[in-house]
């Protein structure tokens, strides 16, 4: 494997640097230091024939266009300190409330306002990769505890990208940390409904009326969100309103293990993916914007690309048993999740 480091723009008035990682079967994929975001992940079709298959821009410009900004899609970054949402943005621990930003609906959104994927992180080149830090301070966006966290980034040639977090924290505060890549494994020739999808949970978290779990389960027995065996993704949307905005659980075991499988026929491209994550948010984009696109043409928007969020349970904080949801001085955030393509 092999890294290049290029200029990708400036942030008010700061450098940000993309950092361009290939192996040796023609997978490139390229990391900035704004948001720790994977801008483009270029992979062959079974003809050889190399392709972009995750949403992103070519330079930071797209990153700050009043289009994405107002759409807020959160493609390819760094979602922290807690992804997904958090009920009224309120938690406790130790007997202590927190209020933290609302800046979805009525309730607290991938970190905030001003979170992880809007800021400039720290790379450093290492054996296997590049390795992005950042310090998150005491009571940033109103989580409790100051953080250093590390995600390092790596391809190898048996096409896996993976993906390590690690977090440590001077007290008791939530942490979820996750990558919000879009994939289209048809480069965007088409839309995903021609997908197939596999996700192998037996049960998701059943969403409130403001779109938060808050503890119950719903069993995908007899329901268009069963994706246990290989799914047509046009199957199961055409019964859903606004598409998959799931989080599946999986079992207790957090071994990294496999998790979920996409495939995309005309292309013969596939992607698998492997996660010690208790479950996965499964998006299908119904909300991402019609107006977004890469400047070299591929058109993103509504159905466009899929989102496989792994990380803890949405709203943990507030849900009694939620698995891993704290992290702890005497106990720091460790997760990894895999993304495999065949082609």
């Known amino acids: 494997m092999k890294v290049e480091k290029q200029n990708f723009g400036q942030v008010n008035g700061q450098n940000i640097e993309q950092y361009v990682l290939?192996?040796?079967?023609?997978?490139?994929v390229k990391?900035?230091?704004?948001?720790?975001?994977?801008?483009?992940?270029?992979?062959?079709?079974?003809?050889?024939?190399?392709?972009?298959?995750?949403?992103?821009?070519?330079?930071?410009?797209?990153?700050?266009?009043?289009?994405?900004?107002?759409?807020?899609?959160?493609?390819?970054?760094?979602?922290?300190?807690?992804?997904?949402?958090?009920?009224?943005?309120?938690?406790s621990v130790d007997g202590n409330e927190y209020t933290l930003d609302v800046n979805n609906g009525s309730n607290h959104l991938h970190g905030g306002?001003?979170?992880?994927?809007?800021?400039?992180?720290t790379a450093e080149v290492?054996?296997?990769g590049v390795e992005m830090s950042i310090v998150s301070d005491h009571m940033d966006n109103g989580f409790p505890g100051l953080v250093n966290i590390k995600v390092s980034f790596s391809i190898n040639n048996d096409n896996e990208l993976s993906i390590r977090y690690k977090a440590t924290t001077d007290q008791k505060t939530p942490i979820s940390l996750t990558n919000h890549t879009y994939f289209n494994l048809s480069?965007?020739?088409?839309?995903?409904?021609?997908?197939?999808?596999?996700?192998?949970?037996?049960?998701?978290?059943?969403?409130?009326?403001?779109?938060?779990?808050?503890?119950e389960?719903?069993?995908?027995?007899?329901?268009?969100?069963?994706?246990?065996?290989?799914?047509?993704?046009?199957?199961?949307l055409t019964a859903m309103e606004t598409g998959f905005e799931h989080y599946y659980v999986f079992d207790e075991n957090t071994n990294l293990r496999k998790v979920a499988e996409f495939?995309?026929?005309?292309?013969g491209r596939s992607m698998q993916l492997y996660t010690t994550e208790p479950g996965m948010l499964f998006y299908s984009g119904y909300f991402t914007s019609d107006e977004l696109k890469r400047e070299s043409g591929e058109q993103f928007?509504?159905?466009?690309?899929?989102?496989?969020?792994?990380?803890?349970?949405?709203?943990?904080?507030?849900?009694?048993?939620?698995?891993?949801?704290?992290?702890?001085?005497?106990?720091?955030?460790?997760?990894?999740t895999v993304y495999k393509f065949d082609f």
């Not at 495939?263 to 292309?267: A, F, K, M, Q, T």
Request: aromatic share 10%; glycine share 8%.
């Open 22 to 28: 290939a192996n040796e079967n023609g997978i490139t």
């Open 31 to 91: 990391v900035m230091t704004y948001g720790a975001t994977i801008t483009s992940l270029q992979v062959p079709d079974k003809n050889g024939k190399v392709g972009d298959v995750a949403c992103g821009f070519n330079s930071i410009d797209g990153y700050l266009s009043e289009a994405y900004l107002n759409n807020a899609p959160y493609f390819g970054c760094t979602v922290g300190r807690f992804a997904s949402r958090i009920k009224d943005g309120k938690f």
């Open 113 to 121: 306002v001003e979170a992880l994927d809007k800021r400039i992180w």
């Open 126 to 128: 290492t054996s296997s």
């Open 187 to 215: 480069a965007f020739k088409h839309t995903i409904v021609n997908h197939e999808a596999t996700i192998l949970a037996d049960k998701f978290l059943t969403p409130d009326e403001t779109n938060v779990p808050i503890g």
């Open 217 to 236: 389960e719903t069993n995908v027995d007899s329901n268009p969100a069963d994706l246990r065996q290989p799914t047509k993704l046009n199957d199961a």
């Open 263 to 267: 495939n995309e026929s005309e292309s």
């Open 301 to 336: 928007g509504r159905f466009r690309a899929f989102c496989c969020e792994a990380h803890r349970y949405p709203n943990g904080p507030n849900i009694e048993g939620a698995p891993n949801v704290w992290t702890s001085p005497d106990q720091p955030y460790e997760s990894r």
